[in-house]
């Protein structure tokens, strides 16, 4: 009897969607992290947020728009550190939070100065940079990461923590003719999985979901000929390397969709 109980109030849900709406306006949700959740590079900047160029656009938002939660802080913060999170952006959390998300590690791991050194010093130089951030992801960076994680448990004890990993940047063998080498492009994609790998194992034995948006920016990457990423722009150095409106909506938003 309960069994097929279940199946009429799946056939229910199914038909109404209410139920799942339902669930969606008793959500309080807190969106935390660093650039790539704030939104930089996609524009529409909330003005009261200030340097943190938290977005209209981006993913939290965009969440929050289509699902009408309880309550929605978005505390993300452009060039945010994992230490900056624990200081400045938790206050919103509690033990009535439901859902949290976060992106966080890559400006630790040194993405900036990564990509300042491809891009304006030699071959070599780049690649023993880039050596360089992997070793930082393998030492220092799970440290990092546990101390931010058990931050929000403590904080949120029984909200579902989805962290959103960082997409590759480049198509290799693209469209793009002038530039970096496909072999510092390679090495710049290998960086990207390498601290997405090192990020998923730290949410995993946290108990946190892990969202590989890398999958989902394919065939959109710098090169691709529909980039959902900002090259370098000279005229406005912060949103090189950044999520468009369109990487924001159609490569975080669902892996959030699909984790929530």
């Known amino acids: 009897m309960a069994f097929s109980s279940s199946l009429l109030l799946g056939a229910v849900i199914a038909l109404t969607g209410a139920t799942t709406a339902s669930a969606a306006a008793s959500v309080d949700y807190v969106a935390l992290g660093d650039s790539y959740s704030s939104g930089v590079g996609s524009g529409s900047y909330i003005s009261s947020s200030g340097d943190c160029k938290r977005s209209t656009l981006a993913y939290p938002s965009l969440w929050a728009a289509a699902n009408s ?11 945010a550190i994992t230490s900056d999170v624990t200081a400045k952006q938790l206050g919103p959390l509690n033990a009535s ?19 300042t050194t491809c891009v304006l010093q030699s071959e070599a130089t780049c690649l023993n940079r880039i050596a360089t951030a992997r070793s930082f992801v393998d030492t220092t960076l799970p440290g990092r990461l546990d101390s931010v994680y058990n931050a929000i448990s403590a904080k949120a004890p029984s909200a579902h923590v989805v962290v959103l990993g960082y997409p590759r940047f480049y198509k290799i063998g693209g469209s793009c003719i002038v530039g970096l080498s496909d072999k510092v492009r390679t090495a710049i994609n290998g960086a990207a999985d390498y601290l997405n790998a090192a990020t998923a194992k730290r949410a995993a034995d946290h108990g946190f979901s892990f969202g590989d948006v890398a999958a989902k920016f ?6 691709s000929g529909s980039a959902w990423l900002h090259s370098l722009n000279l005229l406005n150095i912060g949103e090189s390397y950044h999520p468009l409106a369109a990487g924001q909506s159609g490569g975080y938003l669902p892996v959030l969709n699909a984790l929530d």
Do not use: K, Q, R, Y
């Open 69 to 79: 939660p309880s309550s929605f802080a978005f505390t993300a913060c452009s060039g």
């Open 97 to 115: 939070t439901d859902l949290v998300s976060i992106s966080i590690g890559g400006n630790d791991a040194g993405f900036a100065d990564v990509m």
């Open 218 to 223: 394919t065939g959109h990457e710098i090169c």
